[in-house]
């Protein structure tokens, strides 16, 4: 159990210090106004420091050396793979729906996959989500969000 989780706090740290050199390249602000690699620079340091915090506990905690890693059953294993994939359809049809269709497609798979099983709620449900969401941050937030060449 040790081994493992110093295996996985070492690939984080190694991911979020490549997270850290690949921001560079973004201005973090001027003027009083964030700029586009402000966010990502949060969340690398957040990352970094977090790992650092798991390895340390993890190396120096002595409870660890006979604890068992319980995996999920097949049922919570589908649910985690749902997910991932309704992420995946999210990332490769925005460019085509937009950030509202795609939302809308990604959150009807989601709820569908947490166990949701009225297909009219569902539908409700991640209209209204993803309304919500896209309001807030194309509205509120200001932030530009891609429209989707269908829609063009």
Not at 10 to 23: H, I, P, R, S
Not at 68 to 93: K, N
Request: net charge positive.
């Amino acid at each position: 159990m040790r081994r493992a989780l110093l295996l996985v706090t070492g690939v984080c740290t190694a991911l979020a210090l490549f997270w850290l050199v690949e921001d560079r390249v973004y201005p973090l602000g001027r003027g009083g106004q964030p700029g586009p690699g402000l966010f990502p620079l949060l969340i690398g340091l957040w990352l970094l420091a977090a790992s650092l915090i798991v390895a340390g506990e993890t190396y120096w905690s002595h409870g660890l050396a006979g604890a068992t890693v319980d995996w999920p059953d097949r049922v919570r294993l589908l649910r985690v793979l749902g997910i991932v994939a309704a992420c995946l359809v999210f990332i490769l049809l925005l460019k085509y729906l937009g950030d509202l269709g795609a939302g809308v497609l990604t959150l009807l798979l989601v709820l569908r996959v947490m166990g949701m099983q009225r297909w009219r709620y569902i539908l409700l449900t991640a209209m209204v989500m993803a309304a919500a969401t896209h309001w807030l941050f194309s509205w509120f937030l200001g932030v530009p969000l891609p429209r989707g060449t269908l829609f063009d």
